[in-house]
């Protein structure tokens, strides 16, 4: 059994910033790509940030720039610096995990979701 345990989200002012933060446990092998998907109210989830294993990364157009993605493979955990935050960004964020268990079968994992709000 894996898990996806996300943490950070909030109500922020526009220009301002968060951090989420999502920590993977459970019976890992490996964790290849992370990433961050966000689903605003009637439309598609969609693509934030991703992040390989070795550290490639890769930005939905909206947010390059003002985020950033990174990970500590020590602590299992992926991040998703915020900055420079717009109403636009106000969303569920979705942290995403492709992990191979220790019975050596790769799945796809979720988070829970954490809802971003940004408003004045």
């Known amino acids: 059994q894996v898990q996806l345990v996300e943490s950070g989200g909030g109500l922020v002012q526009p220009g301002g910033s968060l951090r989420l933060s999502c920590a993977a446990s459970g019976s890992i092998f490996r964790i290849n790509t992370m990433g961050w998907y966000r689903q605003a109210p009637g439309n598609q989830r969609e693509l934030v940030a991703a992040?390989?294993?070795?550290?490639?990364?890769n930005y939905a157009d909206s947010v390059k720039g003002r985020f950033t993605i990174s990970r500590d493979n020590a602590k299992n955990t992926v991040y998703l610096q915020m900055n420079s935050l717009k109403p636009q960004d106000t969303a569920a964020y979705y942290c995403?995990?492709?992990?191979?268990?220790?019975?050596?079968?790769?799945?796809?994992?979720w988070g829970q979701g954490t809802q971003v709000t940004v408003s004045s």
């Open positions: 992040i390989s294993r070795g550290n490639t990364t």
């Open positions: 995403h995990a492709i992990i191979t268990t220790q019975i050596l079968v790769t799945y796809d994992y």
